[in-house]
């Protein structure tokens, strides 16, 4: 079963619509036994770091979702979704996140290479690419995907993996490389909504869902 976690701050009925547009079905869901026994797990999210982190820890779902994490099957965040994968937040003051890929979020405005003409969020279309010596995607979610595709971004922040290595992609913007894409291991995360990013961003979908699992 392919579960969506409802912790109240997600765009859950249009990752649900991808998914079911795919051919598959998904569950849109706050229960800790039906996320334990997901074969795929989708973290989506729109909205403050502390808060998501808040209503997690609310519905009980923190330790399910590192539980979760711990089995290598599949687990996906979406935008904010990706940023509570990491350690740590400064959006509103430090927060703790997720810890599922050792890293820091970050406002891109205080990146030293920011171009303080520029505005923030960074919103619309904007091209991918790999940060690579060989200039190759590396994830597993971006087979078939080519190099400076567009995707559709929203957001002020950006998720930045203490081990570059985790980073798969970056979206160039306002002088910051911000990271579009990391993974390790079974745990991936896009900054951008594959889910309104047309056929490209249904292709990263399908090849999340697509990824075997094991127990």
Same mark, same amino acid.
């Given at each position: 079963m392919i579960i969506i976690i409802d912790y109240d701050l997600g765009n859950l009925l249009s990752v649900q619509r991808a998914v079911s547009h795919l051919g598959f079905t998904a569950k849109i869901s706050q229960d800790r036994k039906e996320i334990l026994n997901a074969s795929h797990l989708i973290l989506p999210g729109v909205g403050a770091f502390g808060k998501g982190m808040k209503n997690l820890h609310k519905l009980g779902l923190v330790e399910p979702i590192k539980e979760f994490a711990k089995s290598?099957?599949?687990?996906?965040?979406?935008?904010?979704?990706?940023?509570?994968?990491?350690?740590?937040?400064?959006?509103?003051?430090?927060?703790?996140?997720?810890?599922?890929?050792?890293?820091? =979020?970050?406002?891109?405005?205080?990146? +030293?290479?920011?171009? !303080? $003409?520029?505005?923030?969020? @960074?919103?619309?279309?904007?091209?991918?690419?790999?940060?690579?010596?060989?200039?190759?995607?590396?994830?597993?979610?971006?087979?078939?995907?080519?190099?400076?595709?567009?995707?559709?971004? =929203?957001?002020?922040?950006?998720?930045? +993996?203490?081990?570059? !290595? $985790?980073?798969?992609?970056? @979206?160039?913007?306002?002088?910051?490389?911000?990271?579009?894409?990391?993974?390790?291991?079974?745990v991936y995360g896009c900054q951008f909504h594959p889910e309104k990013s047309g056929e490209m961003g249904l292709k990263i979908i399908s090849n999340f869902l697509n990824l075997a699992t094991e127990r």
């Open positions: 290598n099957r599949p687990l996906l965040g979406i935008c904010l979704g990706m940023q509570l994968l990491l350690s740590h937040s400064e959006e509103l003051g430090d927060n703790e996140g997720l810890d599922l890929i050792p890293g820091k =979020v970050r406002y891109i405005s205080k990146q +030293p290479s920011f171009d !303080k $003409h520029s505005k923030v969020p @960074n919103i619309g279309w904007n091209a991918i690419s790999s940060p690579h010596l060989d200039n190759q995607f590396h994830s597993s979610i971006l087979q078939g995907i080519e190099q400076k595709e567009h995707f559709y971004f =929203v957001h002020s922040l950006i998720g930045l +993996p203490d081990n570059e !290595k $985790h980073i798969d992609a970056v @979206n160039h913007y306002a002088g910051v490389a911000c990271p579009a894409t990391i993974n390790r291991d079974n």
